[in-house]
């Protein structure tokens, strides 16, 4: 099979004129040079350039093979600088999936300096509201990267971003208004805004609630935290969500859990491999998430 590095020789020669000319600007010795020349020929089973009196002389078949080598080369030259782009982080995709309560919270203060440093990069963003279903597009290749809650299994590469609070949300009237706090304990009894089945948070809930010996009354359940501080706030029930659900002006009354309660944020890698996702990662843990976690 012809070399890319034959076909260099050719059009240089062509380029050129001669022998001499053609190594030194490719920086090479002239016997190399013939010596990929002469591969070339064999490859082809024709010549490419004869020696005449005056000099070498490229030949119509080497002329015609030489036109087509330059889009080759062309095209080589340019996939070897994006490769370079992407090692350095200045170029490429990268597909990032987040769990839907942190995208604002975690990923638009990093994203918004990406837009400026790493212009050239293309962002790709899934919502989810399970970490281990995550992981499973992490292990499967589709994502390159996943930032939520700590997944029930521990994952190769994945770094701790920090912690944030875990709170109670109920409507204005509610008793709860009254306490600087709530005990776990209190919410027994209480219509409670439960989360779907398969949801991360609703699992996690239930873990909690089985720790504490505590029975919750699911009386409406939705897919989404937001959603839930809402219809807590609009006295459905009371409900138990992440800091990073509410919104800077949350409805409704918001208390810490006594004792407090917080879960940790994790940013995960499919491997090391990716200069992109190990970069953002990196800026990720640097900024961390303190003071994020505090309540409103």
């Not at 012809?2 to 001499?20: F, I, K, N, Q």
């Not at 590469?157 to 920090?162: F, N, R, S």
């Not at 949300?169 to 509610?174: L, N, Q, Y």
């Not at 805004?193 to 089985?210: C, K, P, R």
């Amino acid at each position: 099979m012809t070399t890319l590095r034959a076909l260099e020789c050719l059009v240089a020669l062509v380029d050129h004129g001669s022998v001499t000319r053609a190594a030194a600007s490719l920086r090479i010795s002239q016997p190399a040079l013939s010596h990929q020349i002469a591969a070339l020929e064999r490859e082809l089973g024709t010549a490419v350039a004869e020696r005449t009196g005056r000099g070498v002389q490229v030949t119509a078949a080497g002329l015609a093979v030489a036109e087509e080598a330059r889009v080759s080369l062309a095209a080589a030259h340019r996939a070897v600088r994006i490769g370079l782009q992407i090692a350095a982080g200045a170029k490429g995709t990268l597909r990032i999936a987040c769990a839907e309560t942190m995208t604002a919270w975690v990923l638009v203060p990093v994203l918004r300096r990406w837009r400026s440093s790493h212009s050239g990069v293309a962002i790709e963003l899934s919502e989810h509201a399970n970490s281990d279903q995550m992981v499973e597009l992490l292990s499967s290749g589709r994502v390159d990267l996943a930032i939520g809650p700590r997944p029930s299994g521990t994952h190769e590469y994945l770094d701790v971003l920090g912690e944030e609070e875990v709170v109670v949300v109920a409507s204005p009237g509610h008793a709860f208004s009254k306490e600087l706090a709530v005990r776990f304990e209190d919410l027994s009894g209480e219509p409670f805004v439960h989360f779907t089945v398969g949801n991360g948070l609703a699992e996690w809930i239930d873990g909690l609630a089985a720790q504490h010996e505590v029975v919750l009354d699911p009386v409406v359940r939705t897919r989404s935290p937001r959603t839930a501080a809402q219809l807590a706030a609009a006295g459905m029930g009371v409900t138990v969500v992440p800091v990073s659900a509410l919104p800077y002006r949350p409805p409704g009354v918001v208390r810490r859990l006594d004792p407090l309660v917080r879960r940790g944020v994790v940013v995960m890698r499919a491997s090391t491999s990716n200069s992109l996702a190990t970069t953002f990662a990196d800026d990720l843990v640097r900024r961390g998430i303190s003071g994020a976690e505090a309540v409103p």
